[in-house]
């Protein structure tokens, strides 16, 4: 099983520029998974990004991508030039061991203009 | 290309009142399909997993059930909904491949107990 920290419950960001969400996860198993979705408002839950435990390499998708770090058991996403779309609930997630995803309580991203 | 579609989209009811959420996936064959819900500003809770027809697995005890008749078709159910069962309810996909199976979501039900 997996444990998902979101320290972050909103974030604000200038349109344009760049903002990184926070996520730190917690599991014994060697292998796992980690996910970013966003929900707006609308409520659907939009896969972004994700990056397996042995992947070496960061993840990238556009102007989405996820700064892995092992060792820290951190995986913030990044998003580049921030857009007033990307205002939304942004959730971590990760699976380990099972097929349960476990999510995070979500940070909301405020993109001003 | 696969697609997922659950309904209705939104819901009232009395509390003490039946409820039954339908959640259909189409382009692939022999999916994990889960519910989860999600109280108002807060995260998801897993409520149930299916990994094949008829096995169903529950993660929190609550007075809500699921069933899975056909591979591609998950139910959620409830016989008499409580207060507390109001929230926006989520089905989802995954496809077998172990832990880099993404979930795909359906739009979403929201549910309101009076």
């Known amino acids: 099983a997996q444990k998902i920290t979101q320290t972050q419950p909103g974030m604000f960001v200038q349109e344009k520029e760049a903002v990184t969400l926070d996520c730190t996860y917690d599991?014994?198993?060697?292998?796992?998974?980690l996910f970013w979705y966003k929900q707006p408002s609308s409520g659907e839950m939009i896969f972004l990004i994700y990056?397996?435990?042995?992947?070496?390499q960061n993840a990238t998708e556009g102007r989405y991508s996820l700064n892995f770090q092992k060792a820290r058991k951190s995986a913030n996403l990044v998003i580049s030039a921030s857009q007033l779309g990307d205002s939304a609930m942004y959730f971590c997630a990760g699976r380990a061991g099972s097929y349960q995803l476990t999510f995070g309580k979500g940070t909301k991203l405020s993109v001003i203009p | 290309s696969q697609t997922i579609h659950q309904w209705p989209a939104t819901l009232v009811q009395p509390v003490g009142s039946p409820l039954s959420l339908e959640c259909t996936v189409e382009?692939?064959?022999?999916?994990?399909l889960y519910w989860y819900r999600q109280a108002a500003g807060r995260g998801l809770q897993l409520l149930f997993y299916s990994v094949g027809i008829g096995q169903i697995s529950s993660e929190v005890p609550q007075n809500l059930s699921a069933s899975r008749p056909q591979d591609r078709q998950f139910i959620l159910s409830s016989k008499k909904l409580l207060l507390s069962d109001s929230g926006f309810y989520l089905c989802?996909?995954?496809?077998?491949?172990?832990?880099?199976?993404?979930?795909?979501f359906g739009e979403g039900s929201r549910l309101t107990v009076l």
């Open positions: 989802a996909w995954s496809p077998r491949r172990g832990f880099g199976g993404e979930l795909f």
């Open positions: 599991t014994s198993d060697q292998s796992y998974g």
């Open positions: 990056q397996g435990s042995y992947d070496e």
């Open positions: 382009g692939t064959s022999n999916p994990n």
